[in-house]
């Protein structure tokens, strides 16, 4: 009897993994893949450290932000330098943003970690964003923790039945395809 309780006082603590800690969670990326950034991806959560505003070598991609706003929808593009898993976006001086990646154990999610400096304030905020319009809730908790870490507020999730922007404008016409690789990111 007291063999079968401590296999499964083994077997129970074995199957939960100990949290990550801040010093895991907060880890930039060493390395990066770029392909698998490739294609488009859902805004799942977000948090803003400024509420008001709720080995690879160097190359340049495009990305294009589609964000809605009711029933408006906002097509930002910026061309962007990479080196190491850090991005800095070209943004005409206004101020700079840089864009790291950070460690995350969902498999098709990407955890951002947006640095912006200017004149008056540097803010730092976290997105969390998915292949999928939804996240699994261990895979949300992950993301949270990392909020906690930085001292974020609690996240904005994104209300997965809320239909994204088209990819490109209806009255506009379709761009040519662009020299660099090419990302897009909705936000609902």
């Given at each position: 009897?007291?063999?079968?309780?401590?296999?499964?006082?083994?077997?129970?603590?074995?199957?939960?993994?100990a949290?990550?800690?801040?010093?895991?969670?907060?880890?930039?990326?060493?390395?990066?893949?770029?392909?698998?950034?490739?294609?488009?991806?859902?805004?799942?959560?977000?948090?803003?450290?400024?509420?008001?505003?709720?080995?690879?070598?160097?190359?340049?991609?495009?990305?294009?932000?589609?964000?809605?706003?009711?029933?408006?929808?906002?097509?930002?593009?910026?061309?962007?330098?990479?080196?190491?898993s850090?991005?800095?976006?070209?943004?005409?001086?206004?101020?700079?943003?840089?864009?790291?990646?950070?460690?995350?154990?969902?498999?098709?999610?990407?955890?951002?970690?947006?640095?912006?400096?200017?004149?008056?304030?540097?803010?730092?905020?976290?997105?969390?964003?998915?292949?999928?319009?939804?996240?699994?809730?261990?895979?949300?908790?992950?993301f949270?923790?990392?909020?906690?870490?930085?001292?974020?507020?609690?996240?904005?999730?994104?209300?997965?039945?809320?239909?994204?922007?088209?990819?490109?404008?209806?009255?506009?016409?379709?761009?040519?395809?662009?020299?660099?690789?090419?990302t897009?990111?909705?936000?609902?």
């Amino acid at each position: 009897m007291i063999f079968a309780a401590l296999s499964l006082l083994c077997l129970v603590a074995g199957s939960h993994s100990a949290p990550l800690t801040c010093e895991e969670l907060v880890r930039p990326l060493d390395r990066l893949n770029l392909h698998h950034l490739k294609g488009k991806w859902a805004l799942v959560a977000g948090s803003l450290s400024h509420p008001p505003f709720l080995d690879l070598k160097t190359s340049t991609l495009s990305y294009t932000q589609i964000n809605r706003f009711g029933d408006q929808c906002q097509y930002l593009r910026y061309n962007i330098s990479v080196e190491g898993s850090t991005f800095t976006f070209d943004v005409q001086s206004r101020f700079s943003l840089s864009m790291y990646f950070l460690h995350t154990s969902c498999p098709d999610c990407v955890v951002m970690r947006w640095l912006v400096k200017s004149s008056r304030r540097i803010s730092t905020d976290l997105y969390l964003l998915s292949r999928r319009r939804e996240v699994e809730q261990k895979e949300l908790e992950e993301f949270r923790a990392q909020l906690k870490c930085y001292q974020l507020p609690e996240p904005v999730v994104m209300d997965p039945t809320k239909e994204l922007c088209p990819e490109q404008p209806e009255n506009q016409p379709t761009a040519a395809a662009p020299q660099a690789e090419e990302t897009v990111a909705q936000k609902a």
